[in-house]
């Protein structure tokens, strides 16, 4: 009886259930939206660790007043704080003849002792001087070091003009790079959703006829496939987030320097940034769908 039962269970016609090609028409358009979120959100986060490396290399620029063995305390103070007025400096740091010694010693190690060479410390006092953003450039710098170059307590003015540039030049083509490589993943991301959805949609063009032929309006028509393009994208944008953090978390890891230029904060921006695009491109992807798709009539459905 048993084996009877067995080969007729078997035997039996299948019944075929149609929600699971819908099923996965919508699966592998919301997989298809997070990957290309995923790629957009992974050149968010790049250029939001480039401003954040290029502001630290500006902070550090600079120049370095090296004072005459006489100066005294008072005349450096005086000079810090014509300094500290002049809109153009950031921050200025002072480090005393025995503290550069120290810096120096640690520098070339043990085995150089200067001052058993010397038998007095060579170094004079100095003042590490930090221009801001808006002045980290060669001709501003050279312009603020020349009154400050000829006054009789400073001993020498140490500048890196050319690296300045160099450095402003690697800065300026990796930001437009950036910008290129962003406003062409945003173009093509766009294409490629609008392509998902499109097919999508296409996959029910002859229910949006049907309704057609029943009286019911375009607007009452395109409302579940704009809420449903809405929900899409919200739930692509979730997955590509839960993506992109599992992938920060481990550069954070195994490279600690990316804490340096990339905050969680700014990764929780990129991502809620991530889902309201995968929602708005999805609706006006899911528009555009619709209304081509109302337009048709019955043969040209089958184009």
């Known amino acids: 009886m048993v084996v009877i039962l067995w080969r007729f269970y078997f035997n039996m016609p299948k019944k075929r259930f149609h929600h699971i090609p819908m099923f996965s028409t919508r699966a592998t358009a919301t997989v298809s939206v997070a990957l290309v979120l995923v790629i957009l959100g992974i050149a968010s986060l ?24 006489g100066v005294t305390a008072g005349e450096i103070s005086d000079i810090t704080d014509r300094l500290k007025k002049d809109n153009a400096v950031s921050s200025t740091t002072y480090s005393s003849p025995e503290e550069i010694l120290d810096r120096w010693q640690k520098m070339v190690g043990e085995d150089e002792d200067i001052m058993s060479l010397a038998g007095v410390n060579p170094f004079t006092p100095e003042l590490d001087v930090k221009v801001s953003e808006r002045y980290a450039c060669a001709d501003s710098i050279e312009m603020l070091v020349a009154p400050i170059s000829l006054m009789p307590q400073v001993s020498d003015v140490k500048i890196n003009a050319q690296m300045i540039d160099s450095v402003n030049s690697t800065l300026h083509s990796v ?34 006829n049907t309704m057609q032929l029943v009286g019911a309006t375009p607007g009452f028509i395109r409302r579940p496939f704009l809420r449903e393009s809405i929900v899409n994208g919200a739930v692509a944008g979730i997955l590509a987030s839960c993506m992109v953090a599992v992938m920060l978390y481990y550069c954070r890891m195994f490279a600690p ?45 089958y184009k």
């Open 46 to 69: 790049v250029g939001i660790a480039a401003h954040g490396l290029t502001q630290s290399v500006r902070d550090n620029m600079g120049f370095v007043v090296i004072f005459n063995e």
């Open 175 to 208: 930001s437009l790079t950036l910008v290129g490589i962003a406003v062409a993943l945003l173009v093509v991301s766009f294409v490629l959703i609008f392509n998902t959805v499109r097919l999508s949609v296409y996959s029910k063009r002859f229910l949006i």
């Open 257 to 301: 320097s990316v804490k340096a230029v990339l905050e969680w904060g700014d990764a929780v921006t990129v991502m809620a940034g991530m889902v309201v695009t995968g929602m708005l491109i999805c609706l006006v992807a899911a528009v555009f769908a619709c209304n081509r798709y109302l337009s048709l009539s019955y043969d040209e459905l």
